[in-house]
């Protein structure tokens, strides 16, 4: 709740809990047993901040955030309202944008092969360290020869092209072998086989759509769809991780800003870190740790506290923890340790109330103004304006079509493939480098014909102009297009006889 320049979350009998705006880029974590709250939580956070005009970015996994675009029922919230004495309460709709990398219940989010990197790729099809090398010599060859990589069928084309001319290119690139091309190839073929090739392409989503407000300053919720992607752990964690990277490596640095430009919710956040080696977790760390200059906040999201590796989860300085069941011994480690990581109240035993917060209770700690944790507190999370639940095909169908953004991302690409370059010979007359067979044809017959005829221009000598063509060079030229348009004509008779 957005009341008063101030971004309201949670609050108990004594204190309203309100997030930081300036220290939301010094991340968070949102953890707790399932149907313990998380998702309210998250939409709570999104109306929020959306009110404050700060857009964020929030994968659905289940489609309970749909409902974000339409208001919530008043009547049904009146008793938690009274018991969490609220009284500027009111209900309301924000302005969303849904995504998905299926294109079917949202604009197509899509990425270009050629930005998503060989070792992201190995993650997806589980390659060994070898195939990943040979990915990464495909790429080199491909960016060292302009060779266009936008799709699937683009990579097939290269590996192909690689394992076709590999004794030209292994003096220069490495050892090249067949069998770890053709590996990747049946991965490939796997992959497609699964609907994972319809993640790649054009047009590749635009970061400024993703850092947009309404005519009313509100910021943009912008929601993929995640229902049908979450069910691939692989898929899922590697195009988020994707995603990450993208907004990491082609933000400009705007160093620490009153309001972030964009709010990024991971969900799920464990399937980011699964069989992740150590140059990715490298590489996350990294990303957590400066992509605060680029003016982007992070939240992780959980069941479980550990669930987040340690050398992450300690840049994480917004904190909130649902409750956590502890019997097992690795359970009731994990409570300790999630209490531990919050600055202590003297008032009650953090570890003990993590085990009896109430659905839609929890413990909350965010950065104060002056850069430091607060003192844990105990406390309902507020509850959300928009509507509970999920929305019907037909309403978010509305939202889709009604989007500014639908045509650009419905469209088409018209971009040349990889087979089309490689297939352009130096008889290219188009500035494109592109290949027209046809008019390539042309051209040869036209010359051949007029390699036949005499020197008709020998004969004007009264007629030095360069400029014009004289009426016999023009009557040769007419009867040289008429014989090809004729030869034309006859083959396609004869190809249908």
């Known amino acids: ?71 919530g029922d008043k ?35 899509k990425a270009r092969i050629d930005s998503f990197t060989p070792s992201l790729l190995t993650k997806i099809l589980n390659l060994t360290e070898a195939q990943n090398g040979m990915l990464n010599i495909a790429y080199r060859i491909a960016k060292d020869e302009s060779i266009p990589m936008i799709n699937f069928q683009d990579l097939k084309t290269i590996l192909k092209h690689v394992n076709e001319n590999k004794d030209k290119y292994s003096a220069n690139y490495g050892n090249i072998t067949t069998q770890s091309i053709g590996t990747i190839e049946r991965k490939l073929l796997e ?110 999201i959980s069941q479980n506290p550990s669930d987040i590796p340690e050398v992450i989860s300690t840049q994480l300085g917004n904190r909130i923890q649902h409750n956590l069941k502890a019997y097992t011994p690795n359970e009731l480690k994990s409570v300790k340790v999630a209490a531990q990581s919050f600055r202590v109240n003297p008032n009650f035993d953090t570890e003990k109330v993590i085990s009896e917060l109430k659905t839609g209770e929890a413990l909350v700690s965010f950065m104060s103004e002056s850069g430091e ?65 046809t008019e390539l044809f042309l051209q040869q017959q036209k010359e051949k014909e007029l390699a036949k005829q005499p020197n008709a221009s020998a004969t004007k000598t009264t007629k030095k102009t360069t400029t014009k063509k004289s009426s016999l060079e023009r009557k040769v030229e007419n009867k040289i297009e008429n014989k090809i348009a004729t030869k034309i004509v006859n083959s396609i008779f004869k190809m249908f006889k």
């Not at 991302?409 to 010979?425: G, I, P, R």
């Open 373 to 437: 944790p607060s003192i844990v507190e105990r406390a309902f999370i507020l509850p959300p304006q928009s509507r509970f639940g999920t929305i019907t095909d037909l309403e978010r169908q509305n939202i889709v079509l009604n989007s500014d953004l639908y045509m650009y991302y419905s469209q088409k690409s018209t971009d040349k493939t990889a087979a089309e370059v490689l297939n352009q010979t130096s008889t290219s007359t188009d500035p494109t480098g592109y290949v027209n067979q």
């Open 191 to 300: 992959f497609e086989n699964n609907n994972g090739d319809v993640f790649f392409g054009n047009p590749e989503i635009k970061l400024e759509d993703l850092i947009r407000t309404d005519l009313s300053g509100k910021g943009y919720i912008n929601i993929l769809d995640a229902t049908e992607l979450v069910k691939d752990n692989r898929l899922y964690g590697t195009y988020m991780l994707w995603l990450l990277n993208t907004l990491f490596d082609k933000m400009p640095e705007v160093g620490d800003l009153e309001k972030p430009r964009l709010v990024f919710f991971i969900d799920e956040a464990h399937m980011l870190f699964d069989e992740m080696n150590s140059e990715m977790k490298n590489k996350i760390t990294q990303i957590v740790k400066l992509i605060r200059s680029k003016g982007i906040g992070l939240f992780f």
């Open 1 to 71: 709740m957005y009341t008063n320049n101030k971004l309201k979350i949670a609050k108990n009998d004594n204190t309203e809990l309100n997030i930081v705006s300036k220290m939301l880029n010094r991340h968070g974590i949102i953890t707790g047993a399932t149907g313990t709250g998380k998702t309210v939580t998250v939409k709570v956070l999104a109306e929020t901040l959306s009110a404050a005009g700060i857009p964020c970015f929030v994968a659905d996994v289940k489609g309970d955030l749909s409902s974000l675009a339409f208001p």
């Open 75 to 109: 009547e049904s919230l009146q008793e938690r309202l009274d018991n969490l004495k609220i009284e500027d309460f009111k209900t309301e709709q924000f302005p969303v944008r849904f995504w998905d990398i299926y294109g079917k219940n949202g604009h197509p989010i």
